[in-house]
């Protein structure tokens, strides 16, 4: 999200048929191809300056303007004015100083029209290009990292109707579009001049500003984040200005009257209010009125398929020194079955080398970018290649164990006592069970008395029903999740400090069904009537 300048655009419509040009002015509707950015899910589309070659741009909803990098500018021949200097206040990076191009050349959107041969889309008015530090992450589009130019807003067009189609991946102008089918979804004014959603969270309303620039589903804004925290239970994420937690516990969400469903939900520190992002955006197809400030979403045909992959971010460490990255794994878990045994070298990520990875964000970020990779929801599978010792392979990890798997078993164990902690060795899987557990223990066929007051401390030999002689973290919650979550007993196969063999059965606990936690009634002044 960017924000800062005030702009005076004007737009001019152009088709060109072989060497003629006319002006465009009546009624009209045109389309252009736009990609996904498959790490952060922007939206990004291709502009084009001074019929230079067309560079990708990020279409940020939440940016007032159009920006470029201090690379683009050069590469289109724009030139700076380093006198004319301006602040752009941007919530996640500070306060960045860029320079102001008020006459700058036109952007171009250029298409195809199968009947009319060539359309640009031009669009004229200042332009704020970046200084030469600052530093834009690239985006991933068809598993190729691409350097943006820039980005832009949706105020850039002028007072048009903008939809973004994810189901044809087109961006639609027109200066009128149908609404059939389409339902409006338009929050009070939240943020500045930004287009904002009215949001619901069981009991609670609120309107969120629509910011396909962050790579978020939804993200709550410090106050809302303590109204819900109720619902957000361990994080799994935490950076400095933002915390990631799963959001199973979530009452049901709803944008208008559409159910939204949300793998996650963060929330954040700058002073910004909730937030729809980037991921959020997804589930639908988006209209923009930009003369009438009214926002529409609609269904798509084909919804997409999200992944829940952040489990590998507690399996795998990568460590990096120098131009080397080393990658090592948790005991027992998929990772180190699947030959992650030790210390290895890290070669590549889903095919792309360490060297194109430092390159596009350098040394000390292939991390970063590891875990980007890690937390999208759009990408199904990680592929690692690595070589430990003198053996080179490949791992590919798919959506063995999701992480709403992982927080719901984990949840459902700390609620009801049954295992306080969970601890994995090279040789060792130990489990250790409160003294209020549930479990019942028995030695040789006869119930047994552990701990006492104390917690009980075993370690895992086998899980009866499994067909595993070394059960990994992955197999141990998939098999909890399996039974206790539907009301079914878990038998465990265990050795206590005596190496006396322990039969743990962990009885059936009744499911927690969701109208057994009823939502909170807000206090009135929180109530969005």
Same mark, same amino acid.
């Not at 927080?407 to 459902?412: A, L, N, P, Q």
């Given at each position: 999200?960017?924000?800062?300048?005030?702009?005076?655009?004007? /737009?001019?419509?152009?088709?060109? /048929?072989?060497?003629?040009?006319?002006?465009?002015?009546?009624?009209?509707?045109?389309?252009?191809?736009?990609?996904?950015?498959?790490?952060?899910?922007?939206?990004?589309?291709?502009?084009?300056?001074?019929?230079?070659?067309?560079?990708?741009?990020? #279409?940020?909803?939440? %940016?007032?303007?159009?920006?470029?990098?201090?690379?683009?500018?050069?590469?289109?021949?724009?030139?700076?004015?380093?006198?004319?200097?301006?602040?752009?206040?941007?919530?996640?990076?500070?306060?960045?100083?860029?320079?102001?191009?008020?006459?700058?050349?036109?952007?171009?959107?250029?298409?195809?029209? *199968?009947?009319?041969?060539?359309?640009?889309?031009?669009?004229?008015?200042?332009?704020?290009?970046?200084?030469?530090?600052?530093?834009?992450?690239?985006?991933?589009?068809?598993?190729?990292?691409?350097?943006?130019?820039?980005?832009?807003?949706? =105020?850039?067009?002028?007072?048009?109707?903008?939809?973004?189609?994810?189901?044809?991946?087109?961006?639609?102008?027109?200066?009128?579009?149908?609404?059939?089918?389409?339902?409006? /979804?338009?929050?009070?004014?939240?943020?500045?001049?930004?287009?904002? %959603? !009215?949001?619901?969270?069981?009991?609670?309303?609120?309107?969120?500003?629509? +910011?396909?620039?962050?790579?978020?589903?939804?993200?709550?804004?410090? +106050?809302?984040?303590?109204?819900?925290?109720?619902?957000?239970? *361990?994080?799994?994420?935490?950076?400095?200005?933002?915390?990631?937690?799963?959001?199973?516990?979530?009452?049901? /969400?709803?944008?208008?009257?559409?159910?939204?469903?949300?793998?996650?939900?963060?929330?954040?520190?700058?002073?910004?209010?909730?937030?729809?992002?980037?991921?959020?955006?997804?589930?639908?197809?988006?209209?923009?009125?930009?003369?009438?400030? !009214?926002?529409?979403?609609?269904?798509?045909?084909?919804?997409?398929?999200?992944?829940?992959?952040?489990?590998?971010?507690?399996?795998?460490?990568?460590?990096?020194?120098?131009?080397?990255?080393?990658?090592?794994?948790?005991? *027992?878990?998929?990772?180190?079955?699947?030959?992650?045994?030790?210390?290895? %070298?890290?070669?590549?990520? =889903?095919?792309?080398?360490?060297?194109?990875?430092?390159?596009?964000?350098?040394?000390?970020?292939?991390?970063?970018?590891?875990?980007?990779?890690?937390?999208?929801?759009?990408?199904?599978?990680?592929?690692?290649?690595?070589?430990?010792?003198?053996?080179?392979?490949?791992?590919?990890?798919? =959506?063995?164990?999701?992480? *709403?798997?992982?927080?719901?078993?984990?949840?459902?164990?700390?609620?009801?006592?049954?295992?306080?902690?969970?601890?994995?060795?090279?040789?060792?899987?130990?489990?250790?069970?409160?003294?209020?557990?549930?479990?019942?223990?028995?030695?040789?066929?006869?119930?047994?008395?552990?701990?006492?007051?104390?917690?009980?401390?075993?370690?895992?030999?086998?899980?009866?029903?499994? +067909?595993?002689?070394?059960?990994?973290?992955?197999?141990?919650?998939?098999?909890?999740?399996?039974?206790? #979550?539907?009301?079914?007993?878990?038998?465990?196969?265990?050795? +206590?400090?005596?190496?006396?063999?322990?039969?743990?059965?962990?009885?059936?606990?009744?499911?927690?069904?969701?109208?057994?936690?009823?939502?909170?009634?807000?206090?009135?002044?929180?109530?969005?009537?």
């Amino acid at each position: 999200m960017i924000r800062g300048m005030k702009l005076a655009i004007s /737009v001019m419509l152009f088709i060109q /048929v072989t060497s003629n040009i006319c002006v465009f002015s009546q009624a009209f509707s045109v389309s252009f191809p736009f990609e996904v950015d498959s790490l952060r899910g922007f939206v990004c589309i291709q502009l084009s300056i001074n019929e230079c070659e067309p560079r990708w741009f990020i #279409l940020d909803t939440g %940016a007032d303007g159009a920006y470029l990098t201090y690379e683009a500018a050069k590469h289109f021949g724009v030139s700076i004015d380093k006198r004319k200097q301006e602040t752009v206040s941007m919530p996640w990076h500070g306060e960045i100083k860029g320079y102001v191009v008020d006459q700058a050349p036109p952007l171009v959107l250029s298409t195809q029209l *199968r009947r009319m041969g060539n359309f640009a889309y031009k669009i004229r008015g200042p332009i704020m290009i970046f200084p030469s530090d600052f530093r834009v992450d690239p985006v991933l589009i068809r598993g190729r990292f691409i350097q943006p130019a820039g980005a832009v807003g949706l =105020n850039i067009f002028g007072e048009q109707v903008i939809r973004i189609c994810y189901d044809t991946q087109t961006l639609t102008i027109a200066n009128d579009l149908s609404r059939e089918s389409w339902i409006e /979804v338009t929050g009070k004014p939240c943020h500045k001049e930004f287009f904002c %959603a !009215r949001i619901t969270v069981g009991d609670y309303t609120f309107d969120a500003f629509i +910011d396909s620039g962050l790579n978020a589903e939804l993200s709550l804004s410090r +106050d809302w984040g303590e109204r819900l925290k109720q619902y957000l239970w *361990r994080p799994f994420m935490e950076f400095d200005t933002r915390t990631l937690y799963d959001a199973f516990l979530l009452p049901p /969400v709803k944008i208008g009257e559409i159910t939204l469903p949300l793998l996650r939900v963060e929330t954040h520190t700058p002073d910004l209010p909730p937030i729809l992002g980037s991921f959020g955006m997804l589930h639908f197809n988006w209209q923009f009125d930009c003369s009438e400030r !009214r926002v529409y979403v609609q269904l798509r045909r084909n919804p997409p398929r999200l992944y829940c992959k952040a489990h590998l971010l507690r399996i795998i460490l990568i460590e990096c020194s120098g131009n080397e990255c080393t990658i090592v794994s948790v005991p *027992r878990s998929e990772a180190e079955r699947a030959g992650i045994a030790g210390e290895c %070298a890290l070669l590549a990520i =889903n095919d792309i080398s360490l060297r194109e990875i430092q390159e596009h964000f350098g040394t000390q970020r292939v991390v970063d970018f590891y875990q980007s990779l890690v937390l999208s929801p759009i990408i199904g599978q990680v592929r690692l290649r690595v070589r430990c010792n003198d053996d080179l392979k490949e791992v590919v990890f798919g =959506n063995m164990l999701s992480l *709403r798997e992982q927080t719901i078993v984990s949840y459902f164990i700390s609620k009801n006592k049954i295992i306080s902690g969970i601890e994995t060795y090279d040789n060792d899987f130990v489990l250790r069970f409160p003294p209020e557990s549930p479990a019942k223990f028995s030695i040789e066929g006869k119930p047994v008395q552990l701990g006492g007051k104390d917690e009980v401390i075993l370690h895992l030999i086998r899980i009866v029903g499994l +067909d595993s002689d070394r059960p990994t973290i992955e197999e141990f919650f998939l098999h909890l999740h399996k039974h206790l #979550l539907q009301g079914k007993p878990v038998q465990l196969v265990c050795k +206590d400090d005596k190496g006396r063999e322990v039969l743990v059965e962990i009885p059936a606990v009744e499911p927690q069904k969701a109208e057994d936690t009823p939502s909170p009634v807000p206090p009135k002044e929180t109530r969005d009537e």
